[in-house]
């Protein structure tokens, strides 16, 4: 079984729903985080969490909100979608202490906003 | 604020021959350097890391990675590709210390033709 699982694994929805996609992981790291990927971008920081009691915002949180509901888990929300954020969207975690901040990566969301 | 450069937006190279991805990255600190690799329709996986000790550093499927400080650079090469190793390629890169935010380069694709 994968280590870092996410839900749904496509989306497509329409300008101004809610969305949320989740991300679950057995790798029993403290640290996760949410990912947009976009073509010639590469992969750009939306939030990312300690535990479950520290959140933090990363580099384009703007339209997006977060929930750390354990340790295992950590979800994406969109507030009221817009074309813009139609991209693929990644989970990751990492260990608390060593390894460098290594990443480990979920399957991916494909995200369509009409 | 570190950040990282992949010039090579595509890289075409023919089954068997060799290829050299470039990054280039920029930290007034000492550095951690990765590379990922994503699969089509996959999330990244880890290929190889650079964090101390050995400026060459092997990785999975025969691909390895140089560390050249005085060039800030981390190229990925492999002496001959396949089929199989077509996907889009990330160097990324975190600093000592601190929260280790981790910056992705935009990507390079790399085409493996017959």
């Known amino acids: 079984d994968a280590d870092v699982t996410q839900t749904p694994r496509n989306r497509i929805t329409k300008t101004g729903k809610r969305i949320m996609l989740e991300c679950s992981q057995t790798k029993g790291h403290d640290r996760m985080y949410w990912y947009r990927q976009d073509p010639g971008l590469g992969l750009r920081l939306i939030y990312y969490s300690f535990d479950v009691k520290d959140i933090n915002k990363g580099e384009i949180s703007d339209g997006y909100s977060v929930s750390r509901q354990a340790q295992a888990k950590f979800s994406l929300s969109l507030e009221s979608a817009i074309p813009n954020q139609t991209a693929l969207y990644f989970c990751?975690?990492?260990?608390?202490?060593?390894?460098?901040?290594?990443?480990?990566f979920g399957p991916g969301t494909r995200l369509t906003v009409l | 604020a570190q950040s990282v450069t992949q010039l090579d937006s595509q890289v075409p190279v023919f089954e068997e021959a060799p290829v050299e991805l470039r990054c280039n990255y920029s930290s007034s600190v000492s550095v951690y350097l990765f590379w990922y690799v994503q699969y089509p329709n996959q999330g990244l996986q880890l290929l190889l890391k650079?964090?101390?000790?050995?400026?060459l550093v092997k990785g999975i499927n025969g691909f390895e990675a140089e560390f050249n400080k005085s060039q800030t650079s981390f190229h990925l090469r492999k002496p001959s590709v396949h089929i199989s190793d077509t996907a889009e390629y990330f160097c990324?890169?975190?600093?000592?210390?601190?929260?280790?935010?981790?910056?992705f380069g935009t990507g390079t694709k790399l085409q493996v033709i017959p």
């Open positions: 650079y964090l101390s000790g050995s400026t």
């Open positions: 990324a890169v975190t600093v000592s210390g601190g929260y280790q935010k981790v910056t």
């Open positions: 990751a975690t990492s260990e608390r202490t060593g390894g460098a901040n290594t990443q480990y």
